[in-house]
Each structure stands twice: as C-alpha cells, then as structure tokens.
C-alpha cells in the first residue's frame, strides 16, 4: 500500500518541533530537539542508517520473518528494526500483513498504528490505535499514542483528555507527563508546560530526553541560560549549548515572520 502523509498544513518550525519531541512510550521516543528537523512528523526510534550491524540485524530478523510471516512478534520485531534503520514506510507494510493475519492481536496493532503515525499517516493510525485496547481494558502507552497522533493533527484539547486519562491508570508516568507538557506547549500555554515537565522530570530514573524537553520549553520562554543548564544534566556542554543556540536561531527566525493572526510560541507565553 503506497503510504500518504497527513501533515497539518500550517504548521510552525517551533510548533513542528515541539510536536516532533513527543516521548509517548509507545510512539518510540525521540532524539534531543536540536537532531530532529522542524519538517519530521513522529519521531523514530533511532537514527536512520544503522551500518552494517544495522544490515545485519534487519536481515536477520527478515529471515525470520518470512519463515513465519504469520508470526505477529516476528513482525513487530522485523518492523522495529526497520524503523531503526528508517525504512518506516516498509515497516508498515510488514505490520499491515501481519495484522491481515492477526486482526484481533492488540500489541500487533499498536505496534501497527506507531508505525503509521511514524509516516504520518495519522487518521488511519488513530483508527488502528483504538483497536489495540478497549474501553474495560485500556492501556496508557496506547492512550498516550492517540494523544500524541491528536497533537500531531492540531487537536490538542482532545489529546489532553488523552494524556489525563493514561495518567489516571499510571499516575506521575513521566513520558506520559511528558508528552502532556509539550501538548500544552503547543497549546501555547508554557507556563502550564513548564510545570508538568518539572513534574515529569522530578521522579527517580527518568528518560534524560524528559529533561530536554523541559530544556526546550524553558528555552521558548526567552531563558536560555537556565534552558542550557537543563540540558547539560545529560549533554555534553558543547551540545547543550548547541541545542540552545538552535533553539534561540529558529524563535529569532520564527518571531521575525509570524505576525498577525499567528503568534509565536514566545509571545504566546507574554500574553497568556
């Protein structure tokens, strides 16, 4: 099936890259702010190309595969590593097979709708996604997963209901509060942003992308020294400082064209 992106027109380089930072521990997770392009859609799971370990373990786990394509974990894994490698589009069609031949199989599909808003495909992801749980039995990850696909889509009101309803069943989840945080980022009400990042980065043993997220919201409010000492609590300070100079070059860039009806992420904050 030939894969059709679905991005929202419109879109800012900051807005874009606040949505492109989304951890949802079901979507994969993401690099620091300053690796992802403004113009990605989800983040994959790693960097594309992953040499010739990278090669090796796809062919492996192709071979494995296509002895056993009715096998829905050998598809999930065969899949991941092909995101690995970014071939996200051949992903999706190994997980389409798959869930052709395990329609009822809720970790295939959640696998299945990842991989779909990976390409940005993210109405027939939701789609999916909803088909991966049920009502009497949901699961946060997918919960957060539709609530990132619905941030990605514009919809923040409806993702945050999302997120909350996740945080219900695993309270204080810091990618959950993560991705809650960026979603009122993108909401454009930072201050809000600001404190469920702090929230989500106080717990023991958190995902140091946690961190720069909250690096990267501090940053949009103008407070780049205290943005950099954030980031280096898990970066070198060469590239803490890189990723804040990033971050100060695309608001300088982003405040000089968006006027009128559109406000930027900094102004968003001054008048809210």
Known sequence: MQQRSERVPG?????????ATMLAGALG????FRSVEPSSSLAATASPGGGEGGRKAVDSLAERYETNPGD?????AYAQELRKNGQRAQAVAVL?????RNPTDMELLGAYGRALADVGNFQQALDVLTRAHTPDHPDWRILSAQGAVLDQMGR??????YYETALKIVPDEPTV?????LSYALSKDLPRAEATLKRAAAGGNVDPRVRQNLALVVGLQGRFAEAETIARADLPPDEAAANVAYL?????????TLKGGRISAADGNRRG
């Open 11 to 19: 879109k800012s380089p900051i807005a874009a890259l606040l949505a």
């Open 29 to 32: 997770g993401c690099a620091a």
């Open 72 to 76: 829905p974990k050998a598809a999930i």
């Open 96 to 100: 389409e097979q798959s869930s052709l």
């Open 156 to 161: 923040h009101n409806e993702a945050q209901r």
């Open 177 to 181: 509060l993560s991705n809650l945080g």
């Open 248 to 256: 100060r070059d695309m608001l300088s860039r982003e405040n000089g």
